[in-house]
Nanobody
Framework: QLQASGGGLVQAGGSLRLSCAAS????????LGWFRQAPGKEREFVAA????????YYADSVKGRFTISRDNAQNTVYLQMNSLKPEDTANYYC???????????????????WGQGTQVTVSS
């Protein structure tokens, strides 16, 4: 089970940190991702961190502004979002996939578990 939090309303140029807490004892064996969905749009990939914690991936639209990290001791994955833009406004979801070498980390269907989403609104 995944529980996302940390969303809110922020002005353009501001920052937010999203958290996603997971239950279960096998958290460290899962790759984790953040996706977002704006009204009327499909859910899109934002960032992912592999089960080993060494590899991270980002959508081009957030590269250099967002940072994904994980704390296996706390069973939590984070998304630090800086220099936020109005186009970052969306509902943000965390997701977990069993760690495997050929994981297509950018695809929604690769992830087995999803959090409930947390709303991020960036005003101009």
């Amino acid at each position: 089970q995944l529980q996302a939090s940390g969303g809110g309303l922020v002005q353009a140029g501001g920052s937010l940190r999203l958290s996603c807490a997971a239950s279960g004892r096998t958290f460290s064996s899962y790759s984790l991702g953040w996706f977002r969905q704006a009204p009327g749009k499909e859910r899109e990939f934002v960032a992912a961190i592999m089960w080993n914690g060494y590899s991270t991936y980002y959508a081009d639209s957030v590269k250099g502004r967002f940072t994904i990290s994980r704390d296996n001791a706390q069973n939590t994955v984070y998304l630090q979002m800086n220099s936020l833009k109005p186009e970052d406004t969306a509902n943000y979801y965390c997701a977990a996939a069993p760690g495997r070498i050929n994981l297509r980390w950018y695809l929604v269907q690769e992830y087995d578990y999803w959090g409930q989403g947390t709303q991020v609104t960036v005003s101009s």
